[in-house]
């Protein structure tokens, strides 16, 4: 990462994991090994997790991101949760877009766009991830899919709320899988999310851009990673679930 451009940002997704009681005895491991980070420091929980993770995050460093959320702002929706729910807890972050969410719930690059609208218009900061799947890393389409899948999610966001978007780059083979990408394809691809933000905004907007990686980061290959100058931080799943092993990416990106 570019210390002088950027400030890193390492984010916990849960996912489908931990009930509000175990929610809040994580939290309160974490925030004595986190509140000295040098990065910004995030926890995106399952919605019933979110009350607990605020009032265990109060007054420490640790901002509290939901998973995903609905682009109508209320209606016959059964299920889902609108961004007003949200905002009125306290939830500042919510992740959008994830390949999880994509494979097994139908999203798609249209759904993500209106939901990414959403939050914006929320005030939320919106997490949102792009990733190729192995089968079109290995057809060579990488950068087309990577490059589609921003552009559409961005369709409508301006300048001015570009501040509030991080983009976290996870290729599909390489999350739960302990598969993780190499320092370089990870920093190669960030990179070029990088030039396309420097073409649908500018170059001043692309530098100080925040482009996460995500995919099997942990305590023993985040330092490596954090190292490139195009990986502003990281979306931690599995690894994120330990306090000691999510501190030290914290530590990592700290430096
Ligand atoms: P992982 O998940 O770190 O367990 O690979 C990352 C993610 O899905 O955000």
Request: aromatic share 6%.
């Amino acid at each position: 990462m570019n210390k002088q451009l950027r400030k890193a940002v390492i984010a916990g997704n849960w996912k489908m994991n931990k009930t509000p009681s175990q929610t809040t005895a994580l939290v309160e491991e974490m925030k004595p090994l986190v509140k000295d980070a040098g990065c910004d420091v995030v926890i995106c929980v399952p919605y019933v997790d979110l009350q607990a993770a605020l009032a265990a995050t109060k007054g420490s460093n640790i901002k509290v991101g939901a998973e995903n959320c609905h682009w109508e702002k209320s209606g016959a929706y059964t299920g889902e949760i609108s961004t007003e729910m949200l905002t009125e807890l306290g939830v500042e972050y919510v992740v959008i877009g994830h390949s999880e969410r994509r494979t097994y719930f139908g999203e798609t690059d249209v759904t993500v766009q209106k939901r990414v609208r959403a939050a914006l218009d929320a005030g939320l900061t919106v997490i949102l991830c792009v990733g190729e799947t192995l089968e079109q890393r290995e057809q060579g389409i990488t950068f087309e899919v990577v490059g589609l899948q921003t552009k559409v999610a961005l369709g409508g966001v301006s300048k001015e709320e570009l501040s509030r978007v991080i983009i976290a780059y996870e290729p599909v083979w390489a999350i739960g899988t302990g598969r993780t990408a190499t320092a370089e394809q990870a920093n190669e691809v960030n990179h070029y999310i990088r030039t396309v933000i420097a073409g649908l905004y500018d170059s001043a907007a692309a530098d100080a851009f925040v482009v996460q990686y995500g995919g099997s980061m942990n305590a023993k290959n985040a330092a490596e990673l954090l190292a490139q100058p195009d990986v502003d931080g990281g979306l931690i799943g599995g690894a994120s679930l330990k306090a000691a092993d999510f501190a030290e990416i914290v530590k990592a990106a700290s430096k």
